[in-house]
């Protein structure tokens, strides 16, 4: 994580602020004290010490990033197994007396027949036997930490022709002379779950997936159920491929329209094998959005009152 944590400052595109310029900034900040507590000595940003403060700060925002402030797992699925692990030790098992009916269905479905877990999931091979003795992981991080194209549209609100190349933008970092960096376009890290629904007030609209295309949980859900236009699912909803004529479709015409525009990447589409003709219900798609809003922390990390 420090390593992480020492990119994006002077990364050009970015944060874009030099390591000397982050370093003058502390320096300047009454986190110049802390950092004197944490290291033992005034932070140096003298053109012969810059470097190494910067990596200290880096090294504190690692810190930081793995303490149990920002990993508190305090979410309404945490409390409901914690508890439940405490009357049923090693019999514990879903449905869960803290969670709703719909959110327990939710569950089953997550770990079940909507396949959610075949890529959100630390260990996604348990909910092949048994979607009730699934998710019971208290730190699953609802990852696989692998790099899938779902079938995003193309967002015409994000400027410049290229699109969003995620993988397939850069060669391997071992370079191979037999690498075809096409063969990852389009493919994106799946993201946790965790706090996907999390925000600073109901009136707050989040925008989802790698371009921010879809700005609800709900037809989120619905996308990853009906995305195969050539699908039973998507027939069964009168869901048709949207007009392609048509290059800057959003979300909101999309749905009126009840269509879903062309996939950004074509060659590398997941549609057909995970997600796309799931074969769920209206109900059973709100059973999941359920679920996954019980994975919202139910504490606030507040900034600190030593910022300037």
């Known amino acids: ?22 370093c003058t900034h502390v320096s300047k900040s009454v986190y110049a004290v802390l950092y004197q507590l944490a290291w033992g000595e005034k932070i140096d940003c003298t053109n012969a010490g810059f470097t190494l403060s910067f990596k200290r ?17 305090s979410s309404k699925r945490d409390k409901a197994l914690a508890a439940e692990v405490k009357l049923e030790g090693p019999n514990v098992a879903f449905p869960l007396k803290g969670l709703t009916a719909q959110e327990n269905l939710g569950h089953e479905l997550f770990y079940g027949r909507a396949g959610c877990a075949v ?37 015409a609100k994000i400027p410049g022709p290229e699109g969003s190349a995620g993988l397939g933008a850069r060669p391997l970092v071992i370079l191979d002379p037999d690498d075809d960096p096409t063969r990852r376009l389009g493919q994106h890290k799946t993201p946790t779950l965790r706090n996907v629904d999390k925000r600073p007030s109901t009136s707050f609209v989040k925008a989802y997936t790698h371009n921010g295309w879809f700005k609800s949980l709900e037809s989120l859900v619905h996308f990853y159920n009906t995305a195969d236009v050539g699908g039973a699912t998507a027939a069964a909803f009168g869901i048709t491929r949207c007009d392609t004529t048509k290059t800057d479709w959003t979300e909101a015409e999309a749905l009126a329209a009840k269509c879903w525009p062309e996939p950004e990447e074509q060659g590398t589409l997941a549609i057909g094998f995970v997600m796309g003709d799931l074969g769920l219900t209206l109900a059973e798609e709100a059973a999941v959005v359920a679920y996954l809003k019980t994975l919202t922390d139910t504490k606030t990390v507040k900034p600190p009152l030593l910022l300037q």
């Open 1 to 22: 994580m420090a390593d992480q944590a020492l990119q994006p400052f002077p990364n050009p595109v970015e944060q874009n602020i030099s390591e000397k310029a982050v």
């Open 57 to 73: 700060i880096a090294v504190a925002i690692a810190a930081w990033q793995a303490s149990d402030e920002v990993n508190q797992f």
């Open 119 to 155: 890529c959100h999931s630390n260990d996604p091979v348990i909910a092949v036997d048994d979607p009730n003795k699934a998710g019971l992981d208290p730190d699953e991080l609802y990852t696989d930490a692998v790099f899938h194209n779902i079938g995003v549209p193309r967002n």
